[in-house]
């Protein structure tokens, strides 16, 4: 495995995934899905394993030829960030779905909760594998945390909303154990409903997300953000949950800096935590100069100690075409080699 250098570069989960693979149009006209969404590939049922395969080597191979140290599968084998895995757990109705409201108000469709959440297999090992077996640079998997998926389900069991978090987040932990013990060298939760419902997060979701790791032992990161740019445009001027995440057992936060123009002096209040520090906004298809890169890097640099920086997209970059995507990649790599020569 690959060495990391000062301020490695990531990203936060998904890449662009191939036209060929997923009907766009279809997908850019919704919220990411909380079902199963199979309407959204183009390859047959009986191919659609070797495509995903096929796809997952694209990812790879892009993301090391932009010069990318922490590389992910791309999320290439999955219809939305969440679920593939909400919808393989036990108790779940996976035919006759509920409704929630999304961050955005809407009622969409969700997991409907019937009885007891428990995880019947491991869900991502092989994608580990799969990934470890072509790739000798840092990886990364990512799993939905345990209280998002709480709050995209219709909980017709519990009864209790901290009782249905506590019980993805058991799930969630056998998960990230597996995952580790499969080769990956970073697991991270993506907990975007923290920021959208932080009142619920401070009562309950720190607690889930501490149950989720009980036991860890490998480097863990979390992603808190404003939901995807393409679909939800406007950005409040700062995070109503994150200095919470100070006293957490995760090891990397995740935090989107580029398009809100954070201001980071409330890096501040996360010392010891490596950040991974978003610096594209993908609300746009235009390309981030190096230079502005460079430039976010370098706020964040006031607050946060470079070896604790990793150098990352605001979010997944799911919703751009591959050639933004890659062309955002090759820029973000340039404007972090700009900052590690003024570093020296």
Known sequence: MQSLPLLPTSLIGSHSQPDWLIDREKLAGRFPPRTRAKELWRVAPEWLDQALDDATLIALSEQEEAGIDIVTDGEMRRESYSNRFATALDGVDVDNHGTALDRSGEPVPVPRVVGPISRKHPVQVRDVAFMRAHTDRVTKITVPGPFTMAQQAQDDHYGDPEALALAYAAAVNEEIKDLFAAGVDVVQLDEPYMQARADKAREFGLKALTRA?????????????????????????????????????????????????????????????????????????????????????????????????????????????????????????????IVREELG
């Open 213 to 337: 790791l009980d036991g860890v032992t490998g480097t863990t990161a979390i992603h808190i953000c404003f939901g995807y740019a393409a679909l939800i445009h406007e950005r409040p001027e700062g995070y109503s949950f994150l200095p919470e995440l100070a006293d957490s057992p995760i090891d990397q936060i995740s935090i989107e800096a580029a398009q809100s123009e954070l201001d980071c002096s409330i890096l501040k209040s996360l010392p010891g935590k490596t950040i991974i520090l978003g610096v594209l906004d993908l609300s746009t298809n235009a390309i981030d100069a190096p230079e502005l890169v460079a430039s976010r890097i370098r706020r964040a640099l006031e607050f946060v100690p470079a070896d604790k920086l990793i150098i990352a997209p605001d979010c997944g970059l799911k919703y751009l075409s591959r050639e933004v995507a890659n062309a955002k990649l090759k820029a973000m790599v340039e404007g972090t080699r």
